[in-house]
């Protein structure tokens, strides 16, 4: 059993130049750390994916990342307007993002699927109003 | 791995910034989500879109390089990230698709 690593970052709001800076970090530390390419790519899309959600649609928020001997655990926490219905914002092409954000390449509404698709275990805690917790794993060992 | 320069030279294609030896596959789309998800490590990614998030996700993804189609530069912010992470950024005037064409008529 080893200690856990914990990795802690402040993402901000609407700031598109820094979206995606938590999870370059996190793969240069992941691959510091000698994890395999493809635990370290599944890690990086997922934390991607859920860093520019908190920046489009919650004004950002927090993103920490545990290092477990099992697994690696990404929780992403904001105080955002929350998922109405969170069925459909799981559906691969659905977007509520903006027509300004969309033109940057993004809101193609694969966020949340790809997350799902890139991670062995994804919970959804969200409450209209009041923000929404998410929680991946990606599994280190066999 | 295919060495990239015979590409270059004969489809005009220039460096904007970074270096790049050779390639292993290529995808084309400009859509982030999607290329996130279908770069893989070595493809030359070959998009329209020239904001910072792209270098990003080229980064994240270990594209070898990005190509941006129809003349496109890179935004000033974007250029400095790609310089800082060290990301090759090449551009051609062509369009996507005859960019495909030209480099799979060369492979």
Redesign the interface.
């Known amino acids: 059993m080893h200690e856990p690593v914990t990795f802690h970052f402040d993402v901000d709001g609407e700031n598109?130049?820094s979206?995606?800076?938590a999870?370059?970090i996190i793969?240069k530390k992941l691959r510091q750390l000698g994890f395999s390419?493809d635990i370290i790519?599944r890690v990086?899309?997922a934390m991607?994916?859920g860093e520019?959600n908190m920046v489009i649609h919650a004004n950002g928020g927090a993103a920490d990342v545990t290092v477990m001997d099992e697994y690696i655990e990404i929780v992403l926490s904001d105080k955002g307007p929350g998922i109405p219905d969170v069925e459909l914002a799981m559906r691969e092409g659905f977007s509520t993002a903006r027509e300004n954000i969309r033109a940057?390449?993004?809101g193609?509404?694969?966020?949340l699927p790809?997350m799902k698709?890139?991670t062995d275990y994804m919970k959804i805690d969200t409450e209209v109003g009041v923000g929404t917790k998410i929680t991946m794993r990606v599994n280190t060992t066999g | 791995m295919t060495e990239l320069k015979p590409f270059m030279d004969a489809l005009g294609i220039r460096v904007i910034c970074g270096e790049a030896d050779a390639f292993d596959g290529v995808y084309a789309g400009?859509?982030?989500?999607?290329?996130?998800?279908h770069v893989e490590?070595g493809n030359l990614w070959i998009t329209i879109?020239n904001?910072?998030?792209?270098i990003?996700?080229a980064?994240?993804?270990?594209a070898a390089a990005v190509l941006l189609a129809e003349g496109v530069t890179l935004t000033p912010?974007a250029l400095a990230?790609a310089e800082e992470?060290g990301i090759c950024v090449l551009s051609a005037e062509q369009p996507v698709y005859d960019l495909c064409a030209g480099i799979a008529g060369l492979m």
């Open positions: 598109f130049s979206a995606g800076e999870s370059v793969k390419p790519r990086s899309i991607y994916e520019i940057l390449g993004f193609a509404g694969m966020g790809n698709k890139y | 400009d859509l982030l989500s999607r290329a996130m998800s490590a879109m904001n910072v998030n792209v990003a996700v980064s994240l993804a270990d912010d990230a992470k």
